[in-house]
C-alpha cells in the first residue's frame, strides 16, 4: 500500500524543479533580439511594409534588409504601373511584378499592387485613343492585370491619384472619355477579376483635412452607397517638413475609416531640404512619430508602408530637387539611430537604431542663465515646471528654448506664451514677467502629453543663449 503522502510529495518536488528550470532559463536566456518594425507593428495589428523596385533586387545587401523580417508588404514603386505592364495595346509585361511577388512569397510578405489606372506613367497609346476606346482599354487592361495576378495580392491601389488639390477629379484621359463613372467602372471590374484582392484608391496630400481631402470622403462616401466594391482608402504621406504636419491626421483617418472602409498608410516619406541637420532631423522624427500614431489610434488602419527604406534608393532627390534623406535608413543601408528609433518607440518597441547621435550641447558661458527643470509625469502625460534664473545683466523680455528628444506634445502652457513646432518648444514671457533683473527668477509651466520615454530636455536657451 503506497502512502497518499507520495504522490503529493512528488508534485511538490516536480513543482520546484520547474520553478528552478525556469528561472535557471531566465538567467541563462541571452538578451532577446529586439523587435523588427513589422514584429512590432503585427503586435498592434497592423504590417509595417517598404516599397521596392526591380533593378534594387540585384544589391544583395539590400534584398537581405528588404526581406530580412523589417517590412511585412512589399508594393512594387513601378513594375505593375501601366507603362512597363502594357506598354503598347494588348501587349503585356508581367516581368518585373512577377519579380517582386515571388520575393515576397519566398519570404513571407504580403504584396500591395500598385497600380491601375493612373494619369501617369500611362502610355502615349492610351491618351491619344479616340474617346469612345479609353473604357474598353481601360477594362481590358484591369482585368488581365488583375486576372495575372488573382490570388497573389493582399490589395490593389485601384485608381490612383484620381483628384486635382482643390479636391474635384483630374480630367485625364479616364474622366474626359467617361465622366467621374470611371472610377466605379475601375473598382467593379477589378473586383470581377479578384473578389479577394482589397480594392483601393489612393491618393496624396489628403492625410489631413483640407478640399483634397474632402474630394476623397465624398467620392467614398458615395461609392459606398451606391454598393461599389471599395475596400480601402491608401493616403501616400509623401511628407515634407518644410510644409508641416497634415492637419489632424489620425481624426482624418478615422472619418474615412467611419465610413466603412479600410485606411493605410501607402507610400510614406518624409523629405527636406538639404543638408539635414539636428532640427530638421528632430522634426522628421516627430514627424514619422506622428504618422505611426495617427494609424496605431484607428482600428482600421492596416498598416503602413514606407517608399522604399533606404535614400540609396529613394525617388525623392530624383523628383524634387535638393531634397533628400526622407527614409529610416542611409545611403549605406544603415538604421538611422533616430528616425528607425522614433517609428520603433512609437509601434512600441525599443529603437535599437544603435546609439543616438548625440545632440550637440551648447556651452553656456559664464554668467548666463540657469534653468531648473522638473516634471510630474503620470505615464501618459506630465506638468513640466521650469524655473528660469536670469544672468548677469538685466533683460527685458525673453525667449526660452528647448528640445524633447520623444513625441512630447503641448496641450498648454501658463505664465509665458507656450508653443510647439516639432520637438522644439518655445516659450516667451508673459506681459507681466518679461523684465528679470541680474539673477532675479521666475517660473513657468505647462502640460504635456507624451507615449514612450519622456526624457528631460538636455539644454536650454534663453534669448539664444545657452544656460546651465
Ligand atoms: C514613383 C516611383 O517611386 C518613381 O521611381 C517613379 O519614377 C515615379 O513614381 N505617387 C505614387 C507612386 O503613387 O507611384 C510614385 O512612385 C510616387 C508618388
Redesign the pocket.
Known sequence: MSSPLRPRLAAVLALALGVLLALTAMVMRPASAASTLDQLAKAKGKYFGS?T?NPELSNSAYTAILGGGEFGATTP??SM?WDTTEPSRGSFNFSGGDTIVSFAKSHNVIVRG??LV?H??LPSWVSSLPSTQVQAAMENHITTEVTHYKGQLYAW?VV??PFNEDGTLRTDAFYNAMGSGYIADALRTAHAADPNAKLYL?D?NIEGTGAKSDGMYNLVKSLKQQGVPIDGVGF?S?LAIQYGFPTNMQQNLQRFADLGVDVAVT?LDVRMQLPADTTKVNTQAQYYTNVVNACLAVTRCVGITI??YTDKYS?IP??FSGEGSALPWDENLNKKPQIYGAISTALGGTGDGGTPTPTPTPTPTPGSCKVAYSANDWGTGFTANITITNGSSAINGWTLKFSYAGNQQLSQGWSGTWSQSGSTVTVTNASWNGGLAAGASTSVGANFTYSGSNTAPGSFTLNGTACS
Open positions: 516599397a523596385d514603386g513601378n504601373k500598385h497600380n493612373w501617369s506613367q491601389d490612383n491619384e489612393n496624396y501616400e509623401h507610400e517608399w522604399d525617388w530624383g523628383t
